[in-house]
């Protein structure tokens, strides 16, 4: 086994927590190799993830709208109907051309790209193995794990890839399942269901929980179900999937609940009711890397330094919401402590997003976990039906909710249910990073008509000082 070149940091994973810190280390001077298993770059996120969801939302929201509204802007545009080979195509080729663009970014920083399985046999050195089965050493002065999360399996539902299966089939069918069960009513689940609710499917989602989306601010929760429902998703909560059998193309799944067991058949069912880190294979108990034991992830200090001397890691592998955004800020901020600068996470300011139509997005605390501080604070909100834009748009559904401290104005968190929501969020992240007040926001001067006037609106409603409010 030959061992290769000495590298200063060896990366292993290149989702955007890997191959954000590989670049990142490039800037800073050091010789970098990314390790990575798949034949692609990018990780989950641009392979099986937020990349082609998001362009399955799109698609199919485009379908939609093509078929159910344009009319009501005097667009006419004959028998709608779907070409779902085209759309998958389209969406393969998004990813395909954003998983190159990681080649041409690593390449072009003289990063060495390496594909192969990577596994820990002691500190400094990463043994790979490539599809081929050749193995050789790599010599790392800083070791950098980034191995993402994988699906939780369940018992009794196990995934056989056609007729019951995880995110990533759910995003390739090649027809659309007459009746698509979900198992888990959080975000992959609901943004999943809504793609082929749209597309034409029935889509029931079971939950165990009394709602959907639990983390998500009440109000802004009992929103989006309403909303939902309206378009045509079916819940079924506190609700346990107990067994799914297969027979044919058919699905038949036990449901459990507070009024007993009763039979339901669907044509496919979407298991999302989590992610676990992946460290199968990596050799972390060989070194003796402490985990977890219930969740698997790896333990790390403020710098992401593991219990074992020179080895890092970052992304959905460590505690923390599993996004792809706290994965990149994790590996700058990773490689920056590797090299002694004052890198660093602000994890009191991650915004979350559900790309549902309208869109949900929140920042900071919601009014429960501000009651249950017992922190005293004052909230402004805003419908989207008072905004010039959404009318025009005829996006009214939705608001901005503002938090504020009772005392200090501070603002503690805001959540908008809403068109454009997902970049509307931006703006109260900055706000929340320089500990800005509500009066900053109902201050400063948004342009009109733009659906961030809402958010100045809700700010200015913090005081009773809306001018739109009715
Ligand atoms: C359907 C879906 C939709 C999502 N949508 C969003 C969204 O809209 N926004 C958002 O922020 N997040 C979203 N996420 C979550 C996001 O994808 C993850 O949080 C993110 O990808 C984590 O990044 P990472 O770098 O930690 O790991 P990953 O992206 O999981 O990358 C890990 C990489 O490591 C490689 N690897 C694993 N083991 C080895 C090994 N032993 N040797 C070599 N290589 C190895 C894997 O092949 C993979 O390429 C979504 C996830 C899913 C499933």
Redesign the pocket.
């Known amino acids: 086994m030959a061992q290769q070149a000495q590298f200063d940091l060896v990366i292993?994973?290149?989702?955007?927590?890997?191959?954000?810190a590989a670049l990142r280390a490039a800037q800073l001077g050091l010789k970098c190799a990314v390790?990575?298993?798949?034949a692609?770059?990018?990780?989950?996120?641009?392979?099986?993830?937020?990349?082609?969801?998001?362009a399955l939302l799109d698609a199919s929201e485009y379908f939609h709208l093509a078929k159910e509204h344009l009319a009501d802007y005097g667009v006419k545009t004959g028998k709608v109907s779907l070409d779902l080979s085209v759309m998958m195509a389209r969406k393969d080729q998004v990813v395909a051309e954003l998983t190159e663009n990681v080649r041409k970014l690593l390449d072009g920083n003289n990063i060495e790209i390496i594909h192969?399985?990577?596994?820990l046999t002691e500190p400094g050195v990463v043994q790979?193995e490539t599809e081929k089965k050749k193995k050789t050493t790599l010599a790392a002065k800083n070791i950098l794990l980034?191995?993402?999360?994988?699906?939780v399996a369940v018992k009794g539902l196990e995934f056989d890839g056609d007729r019951i299966v995880?995110?990533?089939e759910?995003?390739a069918f090649d027809s659309v399942p007459r009746h698509l069960g979900i198992v888990g009513g959080g975000?992959?689940g609901l943004?999943?269901g809504s793609v082929w609710n749209r597309l034409g499917s029935k889509v029931t989602v079971v939950e165990m929980l009394p709602k959907i989306a639990g983390s998500l601010d009440g109000q802004v929760g009992r929103t989006l179900d309403r909303i939902l429902k309206r378009q045509g998703l079916e819940f079924r909560l506190n609700t346990k999937v107990a067994q799914a059998t297969v027979a044919g193309k058919k699905v038949t799944l036990r449901l459990e609940s507070g009024a007993g067991s009763e039979e339901m058949r669907v044509d496919r069912l979407l298991v999302?009711v989590g992610?676990r880190p992946?460290?199968?294979?990596?050799g972390i108990e060989r070194l003796g890397i402490e985990t977890d034991p219930h969740s698997g992830q790896i333990r790390v200090d403020e710098t992401y330094r593991t219990s074992v001397d020179g080895i890092y890691a970052?992304?959905?592998?460590v505690p923390g919401?599993?996004?792809?955004?706290?994965?990149?800020a994790?590996?700058i901020a990773a490689v920056e402590c590797m090299v002694g600068r004052a890198g660093e996470v602000n994890y009191d300011t991650i915004p979350?997003?559900i790309?549902t139509w309208p869109e949900v997005a929140s920042v900071g605390l919601t009014e429960e976990q501000v009651r249950a501080r017992q922190i005293p604070y004052c909230v402004g909100s805003f419908p989207f039906s008072g905004a010039g834009r959404a009318r025009c748009m005829g996006e009214t559904d939705g608001f901005v909710k503002l938090i504020a401290h009772g005392k200090t104005d501070r603002i503690l968190g805001v959540h908008i249910i809403g068109p454009r929501a997902a970049d509307m969020i931006a703006e109260c992240v900055l706000a929340l990073e320089f500990g800005a007040s509500s009066e900053d926001i109902a201050r400063t001067i948004h342009g009109h008509p733009t659906f961030a006037e809402a958010l100045q609106e809700a700010a200015m409603n913090v005081r009773q000082c809306s001018i739109y409010a009715s």
């Open positions: 292993i994973g290149s989702g955007p927590g890997g191959y954000v390790v990575e298993k798949s692609r770059l990018g990780g989950v996120c641009l392979n099986v993830g937020c990349i082609p969801s998001k192969a399985a990577a596994s790979v980034a191995t993402g999360s994988e699906p995880s995110s990533t759910a995003l975000y992959i943004e999943l999302s992610r992946l460290t199968r294979n990596l970052i992304g959905d592998l919401p599993m996004l792809a955004h706290k994965a990149s994790e590996g979350s997003i790309y």
